[in-house]
């Protein structure tokens, strides 16, 4: 943290255990729970000091030593740097007073929980306090929440199944945004008039074309303009006048339908669900009842963290999907462009340009800037050129008589109409990010093992590998500013394992090995970060074994070099990604430490596969601050 902790004389010695324990020991006793990792060797039982605490920096390329792979039950940093969890699950999000403690049997109420950090902590951004400040020790940190385990979230787990702990559930999904500040060395969570939460339960307002549309109106709204909540939230972004954008993605999940019509077969409704168990206690999710509540989800959704008082609302110009993120960046000509993948296998990647220009001194204008503009979606050809094709009502065979009469129905079918245009299918588009100086574009296609199989799409340019385990970060380039309508594309690496014995799976990796990337973010320096999230059915087994735990790796852009700055506990997915604007704070998510394979935990036996970052109680996912000792740049 400061320069106090890296004295030589005190703990650099590595024999000097006592010294190293007695940092340890007066930074527990400030936090009820933390963790100082302190290189690989630490984390695997042996001694080592803080070696590493000198500078080394040297610009764009990542200065850091790189940690090995992991199979420890600790979140494993460089040495020189410290990780400590800041927010975890169950963290009252803002006054203390009064608030709701955390009860690690998971007893807590749904009324509680609603005060509380949500559970699967995943993207999140950190807004410097005050509005257009660049403060580096206060800020607003949104963080989404995007699914829970029943078996940590209640005692019994789903053993017995209520109506509260359907409201439990929705509680601890959403949105958190508390008020982050660094004080006397230290990150902790602060009394604040700006901290809530945004649950599944949560007012919002419904904007864009979609808006009013007959597919949105339902009992409870019969005008289609407003809706309640936001659950999903997978991948984020933020926008240039201060506001978060959080993405639904697996929202098709929590619904029920008896019979799917094409609308919800195309977006993965069925008769099952996946076990969230919603439907139950709450007839919006049964679609035999509220048919057009699914339509109401899949939505980019704006959330202003500066006023406490703001009502989210849904963005449907940017199409629906499953979301993964929404990475914004203002156009040469003063229009804002938002970047988006559709993360499921053989969807597409997709471009909204707005319709109006940017105002800096105009922030009310500003967020009208969603609500009008264009859609496209990609298709990248064999050549290394590819076409941003328009998804607008009546052009490129987007006619009344294929269902699009106008562009509400665009919209709420986009996956439709991406099939109507010949967008290409990809291998499960993740997290995309801007490149601040190059204005390049990545894309991390996660997976994808049903590509070849049975009739589905064939390996091609772009997804160049059938039965893909491992997947591919793809870069393009706009030809002729951020707004056009060519560019240019190539593969920056296909992950692998090298030690495979099949060639299709060992990947072009230069450095450090890892698989199914997925957190994506080009800092502002031009470093790409890169966090996996390999299944936890897949975690160090299989075509995996030996890859050990989600881990975060840097890649140098200009000479493809990856090196491995972080590995995760047992049983998480590594995931979310912001810096303070000082670049001396790293803020990342550890999502579902101890998630079984089966995704769900045995509420008998909590502590199965992590007890991290207890050690006690229940895993519990958490926002990780990360700083280096010498005070310096992280990562340089
Ligand atoms: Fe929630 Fe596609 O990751
Ligand atoms: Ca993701
Ligand atoms: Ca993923
Ligand atoms: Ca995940």
């Given at each position: 943290?400061?320069?106090?902790?890296?004295?030589?004389?005190?703990?650099?010695?590595?024999?000097?255990?006592?010294?190293?324990?007695?940092?340890?020991?007066?930074?527990?006793?400030?936090?009820?729970f933390?963790?100082?990792?302190?290189g690989s060797?630490?984390?695997?039982?042996?001694?080592?000091?803080?070696?590493?605490?000198?500078?080394?920096?040297?610009?764009?390329?990542?200065?850091?030593?790189?940690?090995?792979?992991?199979?420890?039950?600790?979140?494993?940093?460089?040495?020189?740097?410290?990780?400590?969890?800041?927010?975890?699950?169950?963290?009252?999000?803002?006054?203390?007073?009064?608030?709701?403690?955390?009860?690690?049997?998971?007893?807590?109420?749904?009324?509680?929980?609603?005060?509380?950090?949500?559970?699967?902590?995943?993207?999140?951004?950190?807004?410097?306090?005050?509005?257009?400040?660049?403060?580096?020790?206060?800020?607003?940190?949104?963080?989404?929440?995007?699914?829970?385990?029943?078996?940590?979230?209640?005692?019994?787990?789903?053993?017995?199944?209520?109506?509260?702990?359907?409201?439990?559930?929705?509680?601890?999904?959403?949105?958190?945004?508390?008020?982050?500040r660094?004080?006397?060395?230290?990150?902790?969570?602060?009394?604040?008039?700006?901290?809530?939460?945004?649950?599944?339960?949560?007012?919002?307002?419904?904007?864009?074309?979609?808006?009013?549309?007959?597919?949105?109106?339902?009992?409870?709204?019969?005008?289609?303009?407003?809706?309640?909540?936001?659950?999903?939230?997978?991948?984020?972004?933020?926008?240039?006048?201060?506001?978060?954008?959080?993405?639904?993605?697996?929202?098709?999940?929590?619904?029920?339908?008896?019979?799917?019509n094409?609308?919800?077969?195309?977006y993965?409704?069925?008769?099952?669900?996946a076990?969230?168990?919603?439907?139950?206690?709450?007839?919006?999710?049964?679609?035999?009842?509220?048919?057009?509540?699914?339509?109401?989800?899949?939505?980019?959704?704006?959330i202003?963290?500066?006023?406490?008082?703001?009502?989210?609302?849904?963005?449907?110009?940017?199409?629906?999907?499953?979301?993964?993120?929404?990475?914004t960046?203002?156009?040469?000509?003063?229009?804002?462009v938002?970047?988006?993948?559709?993360?499921?296998?053989?969807?597409?990647?997709?471009?909204?340009?707005?319709?109006?220009?940017?105002?800096?001194?105009?922030?009310?204008?500003?967020?009208?800037?969603?609500?009008?503009?264009?859609?496209?979606?990609?298709?990248?050809?064999a050549?290394?050129?590819?076409e941003?094709?328009?998804?607008?009502?009546?052009?490129n065979?987007?006619?009344?008589?294929?269902?699009?009469?106008?562009?509400?129905?665009?919209?709420?079918?986009?996956?439709?109409a991406?099939?109507?245009?010949?967008?290409?299918?990809?291998?499960?588009?993740?997290?995309?990010?801007?490149?601040?100086?190059?204005r390049?574009?990545?894309c991390?296609?996660?997976?994808?093992?049903?590509?070849?199989?049975?009739?589905?799409?064939?390996?091609?340019?772009?997804?160049?590998?059938?039965?893909?385990?491992?997947?591919?970060?793809?870069?393009w380039?706009?030809?002729?500013?951020?707004?056009?309508?060519?560019?240019?594309?190539?593969?920056?690496?296909?992950?692998?394992?090298?030690?495979?014995?099949?060639?299709?799976?060992?990947?072009?990796?230069?450095?450090?090995?890892?698989?199914?990337?997925?957190?994506?973010?080009?800092?502002p320096?031009?470093?790409?970060?890169?966090?996996?999230?390999?299944?936890?059915?897949?975690?160090?087994?299989?075509?995996?074994?030996?890859?050990?735990?989600?881990?975060?790796?840097?890649?140098?852009?200009?000479?493809?070099?990856i090196k491995?700055?972080?590995?995760?506990?047992?049983?998480?997915?590594?995931?979310?990604?912001?810096?303070?604007?000082?670049?001396?704070?790293?803020?990342?998510?550890?999502?579902?430490?101890?998630?079984?394979?089966?995704?769900?935990?045995?509420?008998?036996?909590?502590?199965?596969?992590?007890?991290?970052?207890?050690g006690?109680?229940?895993?519990?996912?958490?926002?990780?601050?990360?700083?280096?000792?010498?005070?310096?740049?992280?990562?340089?």
């Open positions: 943290m400061s320069n106090a902790y890296c004295n030589p004389d005190q703990i650099n010695n590595p024999t000097d255990n006592p010294s190293f324990d007695q940092v340890l020991g007066m930074r527990l006793s400030r936090r009820g933390m963790q100082v990792s302190v060797a630490l984390a695997a039982g042996a001694t080592v000091g803080l070696t590493g605490c000198a500078s080394t920096g040297n610009g764009s390329s990542a200065g850091f030593t790189p940690v090995p792979l992991s199979t420890t039950d600790k979140v494993i940093v460089p040495n020189g740097y410290v990780a400590e969890v800041v927010y975890a699950w169950g963290d009252p999000v803002g006054s203390f007073k009064g608030m709701p403690t955390f009860k690690a049997d998971g007893s807590n109420t749904a009324a509680e929980q609603a005060l509380q950090a949500g559970m699967h902590h995943d993207g999140m951004w950190f807004f410097p306090f005050p509005l257009g400040s660049t403060n580096s020790d206060q800020g607003l940190l949104a963080v989404n929440h995007e699914y829970v385990d029943d078996g940590l979230l209640h005692p019994d787990g789903q053993a017995t199944w209520t109506a509260e702990k359907v409201k439990k559930s929705q509680a601890a999904h959403g949105v958190s945004i508390v008020d982050m660094y004080h006397q060395n230290q990150w902790n969570v602060w009394p604040s008039e700006y901290a809530r939460r945004i649950t599944a339960e949560t007012p919002m307002k419904i904007a864009g074309p979609a808006s009013g549309h007959a597919l949105m109106k339902t009992n409870a709204n019969p005008t289609g303009d407003q809706v309640n909540g936001t659950f999903a939230n997978c991948a984020n972004g933020h926008t240039p006048w201060g506001t978060y954008l959080t993405c639904e993605e697996n929202w098709q999940d929590y619904f029920v339908t008896p019979k799917a094409a609308l919800e077969k195309r993965g409704i069925n008769d099952k669900g076990g969230y168990r919603w439907h139950e206690f709450d007839q919006r999710f049964n679609a035999a009842v509220e048919p057009n509540e699914s339509n109401r989800f899949g939505w980019v959704v704006e202003d963290p500066y006023d406490p008082n703001s009502t989210p609302v849904k963005r449907t110009a940017l199409g629906r999907m499953g979301h993964e993120g929404a990475a960046i203002i156009a040469e000509d003063g229009r804002v938002v970047y988006m993948g559709d993360d499921k296998r053989f969807e597409y990647i997709y471009k909204f340009v707005s319709r109006d220009k940017y105002d800096a001194n105009n922030r009310a204008h500003n967020m009208t800037l969603l609500d009008h503009g264009t859609l496209y979606v990609a298709k990248f050809k050549d290394g050129s590819g941003w094709i328009e998804l607008t009502q009546g052009k065979g987007l006619t009344e008589d294929k269902g699009f009469a106008n562009q509400g129905d665009v919209v709420i079918k986009a996956r439709q991406g099939d109507v245009v010949g967008a290409t299918p990809m291998d499960r588009p993740e997290w995309t990010t801007v490149h601040p100086h190059t390049e574009v990545f991390t296609l996660t997976n994808n093992s049903e590509r070849g199989k049975d009739g589905k799409p064939t390996a091609d340019a772009a997804n160049p590998r059938n039965n893909n385990l491992f997947g591919q970060i793809i870069r380039k706009e030809v002729g500013g951020q707004t056009a309508t060519k560019f240019t594309w190539n593969l920056f690496v296909q992950a692998g394992n090298p030690a495979s014995s099949k060639p299709e799976h060992k990947g072009n990796i230069k450095g450090d090995v890892f698989g199914s990337p997925d957190g994506l973010w080009v800092d320096r031009g470093l790409l970060w890169i966090q996996t999230d390999v299944s936890t059915s897949t975690l160090d087994a299989k075509e995996y074994a030996g890859m050990g735990n989600n881990q975060m790796l840097v890649a140098d852009i200009n000479t493809g070099m491995r700055f972080l590995t995760g506990p047992n049983g998480c997915e590594i995931t979310g990604i912001t810096m303070t604007p000082d670049m001396k704070t790293l803020f990342i998510n550890i999502q579902h430490p101890g998630e079984p394979a089966s995704e769900r935990s045995d509420p008998a036996n909590p502590l199965a596969v992590s007890a991290w970052p207890n006690k109680g229940r895993p519990r996912s958490a926002t990780v601050a990360i700083r280096r000792l010498d005070n310096g740049i992280v990562g340089s």
